[in-house]
């Protein structure tokens, strides 16, 4: 990467080295980054991480809207009445779940 580029990871923490990243980082080889995932979430309070001044770090939110929490709420409430109705079949989304 260029010294002038930012690394976003809004994807899952294990497709980033961390210990690189954090490197890359200290020396300037990349002007910063912005991770909404880590390798170990929480991120622990004693994680190098928190202490980079060019580093964003947010809650693993980055994929939530209001209309995702809307969703979110309407798919628990669909599931607590399949659930109350003995159904075995659960939805996730867009697919059905059959719990084992």
């Keep these: 990467m260029k010294p002038s580029a930012y690394l976003i990871n809004v994807a899952r923490g294990k ?21 909404d995932c880590t390798v170990e979430e929480p991120l622990p309070a004693t994680s190098p991480l928190w202490d980079i001044p060019n580093a964003l770090i947010t809650p693993h939110t ?3 809207t209001r209309r995702y929490e809307d969703n979110v709420i309407d798919l ?17 989304g867009l697919c059905e779940l059959t719990p084992r």
Excluded at 18 to 29: I, M, N, Q, S, V
């Design 76 to 92: 628990l409430l669909e599931n607590l009445d399949r659930l109350w109705r003995g159904e075995a079949e659960l939805k996730n």
């Design 15 to 35: 497709v980033v080295d961390e210990l690189a990243l954090l490197d890359a980082l200290k020396t300037g080889r990349i002007a910063g980054a912005g991770l």
């Design 62 to 64: 980055a994929g939530e």
